[in-house]
T-cell receptor, first 112, second 117 residues
Framework: AQSVTQPDIHITVSEGASLELRCNYS??????LFWYVQSPGQGLQLLLK??????LVQGIKGFEAEFKRSQSSFNLRKPSVHWSDAAEYFC??????????FGAGTRLFVKA | GAVVSQHPSRVICKSGTSVKIECRSL??????MFWYRQFPKKSLMLMAT?????????EQGVEKDKFLINHASLTLSTLTVTSAHPEDSSFYIC?????????????FGPGTRLTVL
């Protein structure tokens, strides 16, 4: 079955610290993978996406993600978190049938 | 980037009434629009996919007679929740895409909070 799992419901990091949000997927073929950020009152914004090629993907706002086929993972990272990064983060899988499956989300809290 | 708006941002209605939510792509023509429902502390669940000028495709378990979707133009899709009940209270999000190719980016609206009393 196709699925996306984000194991961490919420994470708290200190401002300036590094961040890694975990995402695991289940899909039989090469997936299209996305990370979105949702801030209150705003729509989901695409941070980055992976289709093929280089497994390390650079996105906006200083985020990057690494696709690891052997681990079925697509973890999101940022070397230094800013207070404005506090939001809900969603990992998503496009199965090619034009149906996007979202993970449950990880709420990021940033402490001063 | 492409902008998608939703109106209203929040609505409160009485049980039994119908509510219409609009989704507009402001600066591009959206061949395909999607409607999602997001439960508290849960993920987005796709309700239906609509293409301009054709009937919407509903996901399994979504009542098409209850959630009426109209995609009358390349910039507007509407979701009407008919005879709303408290269990329909939720956060409804639309998205729009330039096409229906795998991996096509979706642009999301800010969502509509529906509360049914």
């Amino acid at each position: 079955a196709q699925s996306v799992t984000q194991p961490d419901i919420h994470i708290t990091v200190s401002e300036g610290a590094s961040l890694e949000l975990r995402c695991n997927y289940s899909y039989g073929a090469t997936p299209y993978l996305f990370w979105y950020v949702q801030s209150p009152g705003q729509g989901l914004q695409l941070l980055l996406k992976y289709f093929s090629g280089d497994t390390l993907v650079q996105g906006i706002k200083g985020f990057e993600a690494e696709f690891k086929r052997s681990q079925s993972s697509f973890n999101l990272r940022k070397p230094s978190v800013h207070w404005s990064d506090a939001a809900e983060y969603f990992c998503a899988l496009d199965t090619g049938g034009f149906k996007t499956i979202f993970g449950a989300g990880t709420r990021l809290f940033v402490k001063a | 980037g492409a902008v998608v708006s939703q109106h209203p941002s929040r609505v409160i209605c009485k049980s039994g009434t119908s509510v219409k939510i609009e989704c507009r792509s402001l600066d591009f023509q959206a061949t395909t629009m999607f409607w999602y429902r997001q439960f508290p502390k849960k993920s987005l669940m796709l309700m239906a996919t609509s293409n301009e000028g054709s009937k919407a495709t509903y996901e399994q378990g979504v009542e098409k007679d209850k959630f009426l979707i109209n995609h009358a133009s390349l910039t507007l899709s509407t979701l009407t929740v008919t005879s709303a009940h408290p269990e329909d209270s939720s956060f409804y999000i639309c998205s729009a895409s330039l096409g229906q190719l795998p991996g096509n980016e979706q642009f999301f609206g800010p969502g509509t909070r529906l509360t049914v009393l």
